[in-house]
């Protein structure tokens, strides 16, 4: 990385504005935060207030408008929050363009020709990640929100009673809210580190040239995405991990794939091993590494923290309005998303655990039902799947095998390896399987875990069999097209139906079967 760029890291890192020097930019922050936007007049008594423009915030205010409310949403920094800006939208675009060039590098597997050390051309990718942010924010913007019925407000918001809350000066009231104010970044306790300087998804996104040698914090879903996708445009990526394996929330084969996978790549990993100071020496960053009783130094030119999230709830003087709350855990909510004030009630990363935009958009319609329209929706009731999108990917939903294990529930396993099926096989894309798990002696699927290329788009049909109570035995009749890899979701229903005690039924069958080969 230059000096101009770590300078320019550093000052966005203290809060500088985002960079807008190309047309994509240009686009995406008249869209989601307007420079010459004014707040409006608010009206007597708001239907619901929403607090944080996030994949939550945006939700819950489209729904209740839609169903005539009257709303207000109020954002202190940009619409459409993580997921658009710095999260999952960039990071996926980011992602896909680093495939294309493994993909290159690993021409010869499939057959084809591709000219040797293609070089990574990083600040064209960035440009692109850029300009799919610009196209992705029409649909977040300001002006549509107010053409749908929704009264945008920028600003920080602080409550200033149990129904009342001001921002800029202006005070609304309501008779129902919803906080939806997201996560930040959690910032390790590295001595040194603050001092260096160190990249997050919060600013990682507008580098325009990639480090020669990127240290990445961390081997959860962030850490491992950024440590392959940095990887593969070429930069000398080392990944640290306290832990003995990546994502320890996962299945312990589910990680060792990934482990094995990260090798092949040319990550450079470091398990069980903290990071205890780091200090700046000119651009560089010199990085000192325990490892059990091993000590160990590197030196890179940027460091990623991808240690997590924490929620976003500094600023709003919760107090002020009887809501309970931690740093840590954020909003205190119960099964029906309502806080210890009856009228507030919060949704996505500020109050839950799993901190995903799919389960941000799910907790959003919730509220807004049970506050607005008398709804008893609980939230343990959802089955929530989710995704780790390395390569390949990682993506569960349900109980895991060990957990069952601990809870002492009996459960039977089917796993069927990616390279028993064909188009896994026709795609070099064999690492993997689909593990399936059952109540023990039935059908009933409590849970899955699928390692593969597109274990994304696989998940959702054992999520909507586990949502609608269909038993593993009937995915065997469900006819998948030929070849997906999908298809192994039927070999391990074929399983389950092998294993399946023989019916009376089917015993006179096979014996009719047998007297007709005499």
């Not at 349900?398 to 188009?423: F, K, N, Q, S, W």
Request: charged content about 25%.
């Amino acid at each position: 990385m230059t000096a101009m760029a770590t300078a320019t890291c550093m000052q966005r890192q203290r809060g500088g504005d985002l960079p807008e020097n190309e047309p994509a930019e240009h686009e995406r922050t008249h869209n989601v935060r307007p420079a010459d936007w004014r707040n409006p007049v608010p009206v007597q008594r708001y239907d619901l207030v929403v607090i944080g423009a996030g994949t939550a915030g945006l939700i819950a205010a489209r729904t209740a408008a839609a169903k005539g409310a009257k709303v207000a949403l109020i954002e202190r920094h940009l619409l459409g929050g993580t997921c658009l800006n710095i999260g999952c939208l960039p990071s996926k675009a980011l992602i896909r363009t680093s495939r294309i060039y493994a993909e290159m590098r690993d021409a010869d597997r499939y057959g084809a020709l591709a000219s040797p050390g293609i070089p990574a051309d990083f600040a064209l990718a960035m440009r692109r990640v850029r300009q799919i942010r610009a196209r992705a924010s029409r649909s977040d913007s300001a002006q549509r929100l107010t053409a749908a019925g929704v009264d945008v407000f920028f600003g920080q918001a602080a409550f200033t009673g149990a129904d009342s809350l001001s921002v800029k000066g202006a005070i609304l009231h309501f008779a129902k809210a919803v906080i939806a104010t997201g996560a930040r970044p959690a910032t390790p306790s590295i001595p040194g580190l603050a001092e260096a300087g160190f990249l997050t998804n919060e600013n990682a996104f507008e580098l325009s040239e990639a480090p020669r040698r990127l240290l990445v914090i961390g081997g959860g879903p962030l850490g491992c995405e950024m440590a392959q996708a940095f990887c593969r445009f070429g930069v000398r990526t080392v990944i640290v991990q306290k832990r003995p394996l990546f994502l320890p929330r996962e299945e312990r084969d589910a990680a060792q794939v990934l482990s094995d996978a990260f090798a092949r790549d040319g990550i450079e990993v470091r398990l069980n091993t903290r990071v205890v100071n780091v200090r700046a020496e000119g651009t560089r960053k010199v990085v000192d590494l325990v490892s059990d009783d091993y000590e160990s130094t590197v030196t890179v030119d940027a460091i990623l923290a991808g240690t997590g999230r924490v929620p976003s709830v500094h600023g709003l003087a919760l107090e002020a309005a009887g809501i309970d709350y931690d740093r840590r855990h954020g909003i205190h909510v119960d099964d029906f998303l309502r806080t210890s004030n009856p009228r507030v009630y919060a949704a996505g990363d500020a109050c839950l655990a799993h901190k995903f935009n799919d389960t941000a958009d799910a907790s959003a319609r919730i509220a807004v039902q049970n506050a607005l329209f008398h709804a008893r929706r609980r939230w343990s009731s959802l089955t929530i799947p989710w995704c780790t999108y390395t390569d390949p990917e990682i993506a569960h939903v349900g109980l895991y095998v060990r957990h069952a294990r601990e809870r002492g529930i009996p459960v039977d396993t089917y796993t069927v390896p990616m390279h028993d099926v064909d188009r896994a096989i026709a795609d070099d894309e064999e690492t993997g399987f689909v593990k399936i798990t059952v109540d023990e002696g039935t059908d009933r699927i409590r849970g899955a875990t699928i390692v593969a290329r597109h274990a994304g788009e696989m998940i959702s049909e054992i999520t909507l069999a586990i949502e609608a109570r269909i038993g593993l035995r009937r995915l065997a009749h469900v006819v998948h097209p030929y070849p997906t890899q999908a298809e192994a979701i039927r070999k391990a229903a074929d399983a389950c139906n092998r294993a399946r005690p023989a019916s009376r039924a089917q015993d006179l069958v096979s014996r009719s079967l047998h007297w007709l080969r005499r």
